[in-house]
Structure formats: structure tokens, C-alpha cells
């Protein structure tokens, strides 16, 4: 055959081969029987298994000579959500398991010929390394009607996208931008409201298989959680802002949930629980969002988007969208770890940054941040003090330095022309702070600076201002925004901050010091009160947002001033209130006053005796009752 005859030959095989493929569902494609394409197909409902009635489960092809991958189509009943662009990786993720390259699957992947690539394809199944479930399998929802039906009742409705999603891009997402694009997702948000009002999502007995598909519902999830946030960020009270943000991360749970999301997670859904996780966060279940972060992030190492290698054969805009996507979730693995000081479980080194961030001179707030969190993670290894000592001043010499290679507004609160760039300046000084504090600790366990260590002293003078500087950064920052007061990160950054001043010798009889910390006091007083006319009240429910561990925080705060103070006072109804729904330190019946004697030890052992105490005692689970 000539080459002309044979590509031809070869275009038409093709062809026919995806004709095919189209007729038959799963089951029925794997036992070589006939399909009528129905969904479910006859032959699955009479063989009783309708819920595996599927035409998404099919195989990507080699790469042809050009270097393209060739993708087998998903059924024409599933087209993708809101696009009219070719299939992304996000389709076809439900077929690709990250594995490493010594594993077994890749050696045979590797080594596969065209006799034996079927072979490799199927080595994930054999060796049972693929799941296999194409629904959640803890639901009741059997059918695709069912499934649908489900769906329905927990989509947003128009009322509530144009309501809540406003907060959430302008308050929450500048601040943490979990959206690796934002443009696309507001793009898709216009679709659905489309959609929505055309009556597409309407008829309970009707599928819209463009929004049955699982990352259809996976979109809807992402949805959902951003107006999670959005509620948790608006101006309405605070108990119907409680209930609002939850209801929101219920339903976009339970979107999960339909779209399968342990078994075949997606980027839409990595982001969902990002988002999910950083609203736990915020309504002060910080143990919450830790657990949930450590399966988003091992969600996301199946789809392997922790290292660049797994996504060449991605296109170039969707590449992008992964390298950010996981330089974000360092992000939160890092800010959680630093607070909790716990190992973190993501790693930088699969992706290399563009050789731009060396280079530019002019990084916004999110790029500053990534690079931040990459020297946290660093920082965050046990060594000898001496070491830690030597880290720590080099981790310093690199927060500096990335610090003054940010944007001119990012660097000097002079050089602020509008209300975000105010905001955004503030933000970053706020987590610069902390994370110098933090670096800084190693020598602030030290009574004093030891001789033989002449880092010490300079961290100490450094882990001062930067003290000083985050309670200051706060105060000015919740002046212009409510965002530093619903933010758990911001709120866990001035209370620790303020404690230490507190309690450490090098600050605590220091005016400007116990002036700020007053400060602090009175913002938290002033924003857990009411005003009658009688004066200001206290409302027991309005300080729930905090979490437990900040309360405490809080109460000895106000209890070490007042002793500090001389002043005889007993802590006021409004701290008493707070102290009440402390919960206590230990087995017996003892409170925060019996906590270590904060002058017998470090100030950073006694902040974590404060911040760290379980909220269960462990030590009495030793029976069924």
C-alpha cells in the first residue's frame, strides 16, 4: 500500500472503531453482547445491575507519531458541563491513576508494545490498583433517574448564586484564591444560570444529561462551596450566616457524594474540597479541616498533580491550571502546619518554578504567598537547636527577600492607592508575621539569649517586631474589612501574637506592648457584643465562630492583663460567659486557671499548653462504654 492508501486505510479504521464504541455501554462492550444504548441499556436492567450501566469508562489510546493523545469518546449522551471546548483532562481523570515511575504499571506502560498494550492498560485493574465502583457505594441512589432527583434538590437555586457568590469573589477569594480559574469558572457560572432559567434543571422525571454527567455534578459541588464561603463572608447574622454557610457545605458534600468523588476525583472537585475545608476552617473547626485536607490532598496525588511529569501529555492551558492548583493546596497544608506546628504531607519538589519568579521584581499578593509557604515548608523539619538556630536565619534571609520583590503596594502601605491594595498590603504583613514568629521560636524557648548561640539574640529582636508588628497589621486591617475577623488563619495569627507578648519576659512589661494587646481585647469584645439601652451585651452564641481554642486564648489574654494590671477585677460576665464553654484541661475538673504558670516556662510551651489542648480526652477510651 502506498502512504496516502494507507493513512486513508487507517482514518477510516479509526473511524469505524469509535462507532462502535458508542453503541455499547461497559458491561455490555466487556461481555461482547448486543447493547441498545440506553441508559440504562435493556441487557443491564435485565441482568440487574443498572447502576454500572456506563459509557464513560473507556480507554485512552497511545500517543500517535505527532506526540498527541488520541482519546477515546465518552458517550454522546455526556457531553461536557458549560463548554463548547474539546475533552480536558478533567474527563478523563476518571481513567488515570497517578502511579510512580518504578511502579509496576509504569514499567509495563513504559515497555508496552502495540501487541501488548492492552496488557499495560489493564496491569492497574489486575494488580488492583484502580477502583471500580462508577458510584459512590454509601448512598442509596441506584438509578440515574434517582441520582438526578438527588441532584436537583441540592442545586443552587438563581436567588442564591447572585446572592452569596458576590462575597465570595470579593471578599474570600483575593485572599485565598483556591479557584485555579477564575475566569472559566465564571464563564460556567453564567451557563448554569442560563441553564437554570431555560428549565433545564427543572423536571425531576426529565435526566439533562449535559448536567448528570459526574463532572457536571462535580461543577455543581464547586459551586456550591464557593457560596459556602460567600455566606460565611456576607453581611447577615451571624446565626442565619451559621446556618446559610452550612447548609451550603452540606449540600455540596452531598454533590460530592453523587459525583463519586473518592473514586474518581477531578480538578473541579479537588477545588471543592479546598474550599470546604477553608470554611470549616473559618467557622473554627480547624481539626475538621485538617483531616479533610489530607484526602484532598491525596485525592490529588492519584490524579498526580503534585508532580509535572504526570501532566505533559495535558494541554498547556490545563498544565497551568494543575501547577497552580497544587502550589495552592501548599498553601493550606503549609498555614495549617505552621499553626499546629504538625509535619506537612505535600511536597514542592514535582514541579520546578518558571524561571520568572528568580527573575521578576514586581509579584502579586498570591505569588509572594506561594513562595512563602515554600520556605515554611522548609523551615518545618526537626533539627538540633543549633541548626534550627542557623535554618531559621536563612529562612529569614529568603522571607526578606521575596518580600521586597513583590509589588510596590505589597511592600510599603505608602505606596497603597486603593481600598484592595490596603487590604492586600495588610494581609501579607499579617502572614509574613506570623511566619517569622514562627521561625524565630527555636530561640524564644531560650529564658534568655545563650552566649553560645549568637543567632539567638538577633531572632529574638526579630520574633519581637514581628510580634508586634502582626497585632498591629490586625488592628488596622479589621478597621477597613470584616475579613481578618471571619478568617480563622488571621484570628489564630493576632491571638497568638498578642499571647506571647503577653506572657514573653522580652515584652511583657513593655507599654506599647500592653497597649496593643488591649487593643486586640477590645476588637473581640466589641465584635461578640450588642448594644441596648442599657449599653453593650453580651450574647453567648455570638462567639461561636471562634474556635474553642481561641476562647481560650482570649479568656487567659484578658486574665494574665488583669493580673498584670493589679487591678483585683474578676474576669467580667461577657469572658466568663466565653470561659464556660471552654472545655476543660484534662480528666478532672480543673479550667484555664490551672494551666502551667506561664513564668516556670517557655512562652511558646505555654502557648501551645493554651492553643494545643485536645478537645477529647483520649486516655478514657479504653472500653465500648
Known sequence: MSAISQGEADRVLHLKSREREAHACYPCRKRKVKCDGGQPCHTCQKRKHPEICTYALSHSRRRSASGQSVARSASPRSPAVASNEPARPDDRSKDYVYSGDNSVVSILRLRASDANESVAREVGSVLGLRNTFSNYPFMDSKTPLERWKALLIVM???????????????????????????????????????????GELRDPEKITERWATDKSIGHVSLLLATLAAGAHYSDTEYLERLELSTDFARRSFHALRLANFLFRPSLNIIQALLILGNTLQNMGQSDAAWALLGTTIRLAQTMGLHTERSTVHWPEQVRMKARTLWSTIVWQDSLLCLCYDRPPIVSVTGWSLASSFFERQDLSFAEVMHLLCRISLDIMQPETLGVELDRALEGLQRLDGIHQRGLPYLRSRGNCTTLQQHLEHLALRMHTSFCVSVF????????????FLPHAGILRARA???????????????????????SWSMVHTVLSSTLLLCIWEETRNDPECRNLQQKVINVFSSSNSRTNDEGPSFSESDNQWLSDRHIRALVTLRSALEREQETGATETENWAGMASNVP????????????????????VTYLDSIMNLPVFDYTQENGFL
Open 584 to 603: 476543660q484541661f484534662g480528666p478532672g475538673p480543673v479550667g484555664y486557671m490551672d494551666m502551667p504558670d506561664p513564668f516556670d516556662v517557655s512562652p
Open 156 to 198: 443552587p437555586r438563581r436567588s442564591e448564586v447572585l446572592k452569596f457568590f458576590h462575597f465570595y469573589r470579593v471578599t474570600a477569594y483575593p485572599f485565598n484564591p483556591i479557584l485555579a480559574d477564575i475566569d472559566r469558572f465564571e464563564s460556567d457560572l453564567c451557563t448554569y444560570l442560563n441553564a437554570h432559567a431555560s
Open 464 to 486: 519581637k517586631g514581628s510580634l508586634i508588628d502582626a497585632s498591629k497589621a490586625f488592628l488596622d486591617f479589621q478597621a477597613l474589612s470584616t475579613v481578618p475577623l471571619r
Open 440 to 451: 524565630c521560636r527555636p530561640a524564644m524557648k531560650q529564658s534568655t539569649a545563650q552566649p
